[in-house]
């Protein structure tokens, strides 16, 4: 089957949406479909407000639509809500063509916790952006449930996995700093609420890896942590090693693959008792939750790591892909007969 993946979510950013998609078409590749990804590399882009990383298609919409018609696509996946979906979503329902969403993000939350714009605001437009959607893709039981309280009346579910081979139990001596050693993974942003990890009183050492608008703000501010930049996935497996605990402070994430990366490594996990946390960590005793994060992280240090590594090895990158493919609403005949 061919497949168009539409997204406004690509390198250079590392974030668990571009991880995703990428790790799915690798996926659908080795099952034998073939993958286009649409992405704003191939357009003039500016940068998101509050968010210059992110960069925003500008003018592309005749663009998306010869890209869309060229590739003759069976079947279109439309993964954000930015511009190239907007313009995806367009040209899909000007052409009577089906086509599935996903709701990566609680992008209700970060537009609010940005700007203040109220989430109803935001949930209205989501709304109507996945409505005529045949399935709205989501990681998580949870994050289904918010969506149909907020009126979706089309989602299903499409979990994560994680990379075995890469993330590992490993002897590392990456970080060189006081045990016991606490981490946090991933951007720093206000919507992912670094700076509850930050001001804990704990004992040892704290490292944050990883970029975003608000890291200089927090090294400033917070400067006895210790603070390394974006990373590939090998040195970052070596990271997650020589952690003895890994702090996931965000309230607002729909999944959370850091989480996977780190119990994948044998690390711990410390968080908060909220969707994302909850559906990846369960009843199993590879991290604790608490509404008190410094009472998780200490709790967390008497976890052995392979309880950590035995619950992530429950998520398969292929599974999560095959129920990707399964979703999809194929409209041309030869791919739904294949």
């Known amino acids: 089957m061919k497949v168009m993946i539409v997204t406004d979510a690509w390198a250079p950013q590392v974030n668990g949406v571009v991880r995703?998609?990428?790790?799915?078409?690798?996926e659908m590749e080795a099952m034998g479909h073939q993958v286009d990804i649409l992405t704003p590399?191939?357009?003039?882009?500016?940068?998101?407000?509050?968010?210059?990383?992110?960069?925003?298609?500008?003018?592309a919409g005749n663009a998306v639509h010869r890209r869309i018609r060229d590739y003759d696509p069976h079947a279109l996946h439309i993964a954000?809500?930015?511009p190239l979906g907007l313009a995806a979503r367009r040209y899909a329902i000007r052409n009577g063509l089906p086509f599935t969403t996903a709701y990566h993000t609680r992008f209700p939350e970060y537009v609010k916790a940005r700007t203040g714009i109220p989430l109803a605001w935001t949930y209205r437009f989501l709304r109507w952006f996945h409505g005529?959607?045949?399935?709205?893709m989501t990681p998580t039981q949870a994050v289904k449930t918010d969506l149909e309280t907020f009126g979706f009346d089309n989602v299903v579910l499409w979990s994560r996995?994680?990379?075995?081979?890469?993330?590992?139990?490993?002897p590392s001596h990456r970080l060189d700093s006081e045990h016991p050693i606490f981490l946090y993974v991933g951007r720093v942003a206000v919507e992912k609420n670094v700076e509850a990890f930050l001001k804990l009183d704990l004992p040892g050492s704290k490292w944050v890896v990883g970029d975003?608008?608000?890291?200089?703000?927090?090294?400033a501010q917070y400067p006895d942590a210790h603070y390394l930049g974006v990373m590939k996935q090998p040195e970052l497996a070596e990271i997650y090693a020589a952690a003895d605990v890994f702090v996931f402070p965000s309230k607002t994430d729909t999944f959370g693959l850091v989480?996977?990366?780190?119990?994948?490594?044998?690390?711990?996990?410390?968080?908060?008792?909220?969707s994302g946390p909850i559906d990846v960590l369960g009843n199993s005793t590879a991290g604790v939750m608490h509404d008190d994060l410094r009472i998780a992280c200490l709790a967390a240090l008497d976890i052995e790591r392979g309880h950590a590594r035995a619950h992530a090895e429950k998520f398969s990158w292929r599974a999560a892909t095959e129920q990707f493919v399964g979703h999809l609403r194929p409209f041309r005949l030869e791919a739904a007969a294949a």
Do not use: K, W
């Open 20 to 26: 995703t998609l990428t790790t799915t078409r690798r």
């Open 41 to 59: 590399l191939e357009f003039r882009t500016l940068p998101c407000p509050t968010y210059p990383d992110i960069r925003l298609s500008v003018l």
């Open 80 to 82: 954000t809500e930015g």
């Open 132 to 136: 005529p959607a045949s399935a709205v």
């Open 161 to 170: 996995g994680v990379d075995l081979d890469v993330f590992r139990l490993q």
């Open 212 to 219: 975003g608008p608000a890291l200089a703000g927090l090294r």
């Open 259 to 274: 989480l996977l990366e780190a119990m994948a490594c044998g690390l711990p996990v410390a968080a908060y008792p909220v």
